[in-house]
């Protein structure tokens, strides 16, 4: 599971770049979104997936209290932490006043958990799911509760624009039905034969898609999905998971050139990643902005692979940093 993370993070990270360098900067190298485009080839699956692993990995048996705390400790708090120094940093950098300053990031933090989508919804869902669980033990009654929920969910995103999406509920509730798959399927025993199945039937899906121009819904910050959409999610993303799933025990098995301990470090601290991830590609892009305007074709992508490593290995350097005894209490640990 920590390496299939750290498969997930790298595609999030690859998918961020030209964002952040159109966002910031104002810059659209034609080469960074070629880059960032190939993430079309994941992108229906790869944010269902980690909240797929979290249902996995979590354990839904613990007294409400210590569920809640313990969720708001490792998911909220990191998100509120991270976002706060950010900002800070920000502000101070534009020349803003501090009471501007003080009310912008207390407003962000109360509405939005810090500004990250993925982690408030991914606490809320959790909340969801547990609640979820205890209603019934029939799994079929589970699957439908959660079903509703997911619809929901897409109502209210597609259909209520004047509605605060107060930590990202509305993100939450498109998103318990895939933690609650991933609590089932702790009962499912796959071989990597089944596993690469479900891939061969990932791969058949996406490419008849893309020739035949059907759009390709997904749940990201901006999401593209609407009810008759949501059958072909599903399919896509369980099937996308489980290629990942597959993929991963296939790393595992050969490990070529360690990449098993890299990945696994870099799934461990996925968290850490995703939350300092935009602040290094502020600073990279920045360093390199003068080849990016140019849009040079090798200069381009030798920079784009400089900064993608370079972006990587300075969030594993924080993660390791985090871990360390007086820093611990930021990660909730």
Not at 15 to 37: P, Q, W
Not at 155 to 175: D, I, Q
Not at 291 to 305: A, G, K, T
């Amino acid at each position: 599971m920590d390496v299939a993370k750290g498969i997930l993070i790298l595609m999030v990270v690859w998918s961020h770049f030209a964002l952040m360098e159109r966002v910031c900067y104002g810059v659209d190298n034609k080469y960074v979104i070629a880059f960032t485009n190939i993430k079309i080839t994941w992108i229906s699956f790869f944010m269902p997936a980690f909240f797929f692993i979290t249902g996995y990995c979590s354990s839904f048996d613990k007294k409400i209290v210590l569920f809640l705390t313990k969720g708001f400790s490792t998911i909220v708090l990191p998100s509120i932490i991270v976002s706060v120094i950010t900002q800070c940093v920000d502000y101070i950098h534009m020349g803003m006043s501090l009471t501007w300053s003080g009310k912008t990031i207390i407003k962000s933090v109360l509405l939005n958990a810090g500004n990250e989508w993925f982690l408030p919804s991914l606490f809320i869902g959790r909340i969801l799911c547990f609640f979820g669980i205890r209603l019934t033990k029939s799994l079929m009654m589970q699957g439908i509760i959660m079903i509703v929920i997911c619809i929901g969910g897409v109502y209210l995103y597609n259909n209520t624009p004047g509605l605060y999406n107060f930590w990202f509920f509305k993100h939450a509730f498109m998103v318990t039905f895939f933690i609650w798959l991933g609590i089932v399927f702790k009962r499912v025993t796959l071989t990597i034969k089944k596993q690469m199945a479900f891939a061969v039937g990932y791969i058949l899906l996406f490419v008849s898609l893309y020739f035949l121009h059907i759009h390709i819904p997904y749940i990201t910050n901006k999401t593209a999905l609407s009810f008759s959409e949501l059958p072909l999610l599903l399919a896509l993303s369980f099937t996308g998971i489980v290629l990942i799933l597959g993929l991963s025990k296939v790393v595992t098995r050969y490990n070529v050139c360690h990449s098993v301990d890299i990945l696994k470090y870099i799934g461990k601290n996925s968290i850490v990643i995703y939350l300092l991830h935009f602040g290094f590609y502020r600073i990279y892009i920045y360093m390199f902005l003068d080849v990016l305007r140019n849009e040079n074709f090798v200069q381009s992508w030798l920079v784009i692979c400089l900064i993608l490593l370079l972006n990587i290995l300075s969030c594993c350097i924080m993660a390791w940093v985090l871990n360390k005894r007086y820093f611990r209490w930021i990660l909730g640990k």
